[in-house]
């Protein structure tokens, strides 16, 4: 049996005084690869495929983690950047 990838979908994620509304991509088929790189080319999170204000870059002016109100953080990679 072979290993089988799972897309995972591209959420967009968007608060509004304690509320928060979720909705698909507006691109259709759009998902997140394992860099956090959503095909539309957003940054997500690769874990639970959201983006938006749930998902904090600290601007440092040096490589960081991203970090996921979902609890996962990644270091962010260019799509171009092999891995």
Partial sequence: MTPTAIAIPH???QGFAG???????CDAGCTVDVRGNA???RLACPSCGFS?????????GRPTFAECSCGH??????A???A
């Fill in 52 to 60: 938006g204000s749930n998902v904090t870059v600290p601007s440092t």
């Fill in 19 to 25: 509320d928060t509304l979720l909705e698909r991509c």
């Fill in 73 to 78: 953080a990644w270091l962010p990679e260019p």
């Fill in 11 to 13: 959420m967009k994620m």
């Fill in 80 to 82: 171009g950047v092999a």
């Fill in 39 to 41: 095909s539309c080319g």
